[in-house]
């Protein structure tokens, strides 16, 4: 009876917030408007809005009807650039009411591996409410799909970074570590303290090594009661899971005699795992025959095999992401086990909500939060066609339109998203392209296309991590014939020498024959589709295409280089392209093999 209460309530609460969620976005327009009015009212003081709304009086007195656009005319667009100034003395002590009238005691630290620099972001209480609030509305989306058994178990691949003090004092971290520090997370830890695999000992010990080791012992010891196996961001996973095709026999020997590896140093750590395991030779055993079987076919379907009650896997899969969906696949069984794409934000905010949890991750889209921030679209037109990415996914190929509300985007539009946080961003460029796919009742529902900042360019071309990615899957489609796999890959526009040229960096998996890498760097370098591209390299303005293949664990080495530098393994994206001067050197010290592109040559 207890258990049916329990569920039952726990239904109840999800219907509870759906009805909130589907009520406010029924009314997107409004609460818009009323969102605007609360960061404004709660920020008006702050030294950056006053030098832009000084002479409007008091916000209370103005028409709601008048507030967007009277706002918009005033305060002008910004990017990370304009706002650094404000956050750089926020960082160095200034206590006074800067961006916001709300204290500041916490920055996040963005990746970096979108513009080769990690960014300061404000952090306050809201950001970590609304990660709670996010995180239920995305669970009561799920479990409509994929109900979760009561007392099951989550086997979640989370870590928190390194945290350090800045000159005044602030705590700088990323903003996932921000979150599980906080009492929002803790209230979630305690709410559904049943479902947890890993203690905070674990997620927080600070080695993401030792981390992903005591997660995949705890999930293995608790394999029968995992109901799902999420990360931030699908990379995570991926790399759990190859770390356990390693560690396996190690892990086996831990769970037979309850005793914990010797490569798990952290003292708190180490106890608390020990307070959790117990010997189960015969669980041991079972992994063992498993894992035997699974070595034998390339650790397909390794997560229904190991976690036969899983429902799902649950992660951010767009973007960046989308090149390790296939290994997902394959670990989770091709069609075996479904891939559900967690919601979409950025450090600097929530935005959206995936409430069609069936949706594959390559069609998902999110229904925009109207309570979040306030948000304006920027249309972007093709320069070509009008029709924005008709003939290249090329950021920089358009015409920019006024910016418009919520309420005035329009289906099968382009836009660049940009965000009024209650965190102390105004009119802020967050870099993103998207499309709206539909509505949620009145709230757009948008589809993550790529960022819109070029990450290829040497004269008139312009390529953007979209155009990389499609470059690459062309570049696979030859590889996968021949039996190898493409673990990771960046790429760099080489300037040093001219003409220019682009070099793209793979680690593969298997033993490919040089021909077959030599065709795939030809076909790399005729799929580019960009007008800019073509013509230069035609011209010999852009000269080959380079492949550069690494020794296997050299994108490992990245990895532990941003780890390093406080970023956390929950946050991290491999840079798709860089010119960060450790980076290439680590890159170029593990080429082993380079060819250069046979295309265009007469």
Not at 82 to 98: C, H, M, N, V
Not at 129 to 145: D, E, K, M
Not at 484 to 500: C, I, K, W, Y
Not at 516 to 541: K, P
Request: proline share 4%.
């Amino acid at each position: 009876m207890e258990t049916a209460a329990r569920s039952t309530s726990s239904s109840c609460n999800g219907d509870n917030i759906i009805a909130w969620f589907d009520h406010v976005a029924a009314n997107a327009a409004l609460v818009q408007t009323q969102t605007l009015r609360r960061i404004l009212q709660l920020n008006f003081g702050a030294e950056y809005l006053r030098k832009w709304l000084a002479n409007i009086g008091d916000i209370e007195d103005i028409d709601p009807n008048a507030l967007e656009s009277l706002y918009s005319s005033l305060v002008p667009l910004a990017n990370h650039s304009d706002l650094e100034p404000y956050i750089q003395r926020i960082a160095d002590g200034d206590s006074s009411p800067l961006l916001t009238q709300q204290p500041i005691d916490k920055l996040s630290l963005s990746s970096g591996t979108t513009d080769g620099r990690q960014k300061f972001v404000p952090f306050t209480r809201h950001s970590s409410q609304t990660t709670l609030q996010i995180f239920r509305l995305a669970a009561a989306y799920r479990s409509r799909v994929y109900p979760i058994k009561e007392g099951g178990r989550i086997l979640e691949f989370i870590y928190s970074s390194k945290q350090f003090k800045t000159k005044g004092g602030l705590t700088v971290g990323t903003a996932t570590t921000h979150y599980f520090a906080s009492e929002e997370f803790k209230i979630k830890q305690q709410k559904t303290k049943s479902f947890t695999c890993s203690p905070d000992e674990v997620i927080s010990s600070g080695d993401y090594k030792q981390s992903t080791y005591c997660h995949l012992l705890l999930g293995l010891f608790f394999s029968g009661d995992v109901e799902f196996i999420t990360s931030t961001f699908a990379y995570s996973i991926v790399q759990a899971l190859t770390s356990f095709e390693e560690l396996w026999k190690e892990l086996c020997v831990d769970i037979r005699t309850g005793k914990l590896s010797s490569r798990i140093t952290i003292p708190r750590t180490r106890e608390a795992v020990l307070d959790i395991i117990s010997p189960n030779p015969t669980l041991a055993m079972k992994i063992e025959a498993l894992c035997k079987e699974l070595e034998d076919e390339d650790w397909f379907g390794l997560i229904p095999k190991l976690w036969p009650n899983a429902k799902h896997v649950y992660s951010i899969m767009t973007g960046s992401m989308q090149p390790y969906l296939k290994k997902l696949r394959h670990y989770g069984g091709g069609d075996q086990l479904p891939l559900v794409s967690a919601d979409y934000g950025s450090t600097e905010s929530w935005i959206g909500v995936n409430v069609d949890p069936s949706s594959p991750p390559e069609r998902v889209t999110f229904a925009v939060i109207p309570t979040f921030s306030y948000f304006e679209f920027i249309p972007l037109y093709n320069t070509l066609s009008k029709e924005y990415g008709a003939t290249s996914a090329a950021a920089d190929d358009f015409i920019e339109g006024e910016p418009v509300p919520l309420s005035q985007v329009q289906i099968g539009q382009r836009y660049e998203i940009v965000l009024t946080t209650f965190t102390g961003l105004y009119r802020y460029r967050l870099g993103d392209v998207v499309e709206v796919a539909g509505f949620h009742r009145n709230t757009p529902k948008l589809n993550f296309i790529c960022r819109r900042k070029l990450i290829l360019t040497v004269n008139i071309d312009k390529n953007t991590e979209k155009d990389l990615q499609l470059v690459v899957e062309r570049g696979c489609q030859i590889l996968s014939k021949a039996r190898a796999e493409l673990v990771d890959f960046t790429s760099h526009a080489n300037v040093a020498r001219q003409p220019g040229h682009y070099v793209i960096y793979w680690e593969i998996k298997g033993d490919v024959a040089e021909p077959v890498l030599r065709e795939c760097c030809r076909e790399m370098d005729a799929a580019f589709v960009d007008h800019g591209y073509i013509v230069s390299r035609r011209t010999n303005s852009i000269g080959p295409l380079e492949l550069c293949i690494l020794e296997r664990g050299t994108f490992r080495k990245i990895l532990d280089h941003f780890i390093g530098n406080g970023a956390a393994l929950s946050q991290f994206k491999t840079p798709r392209c860089t010119s960060n001067e450790v980076l290439l050197k680590i890159l170029n010290h593990g080429t082993i093999k380079r060819f250069h592109s046979t295309a265009y040559c007469n």
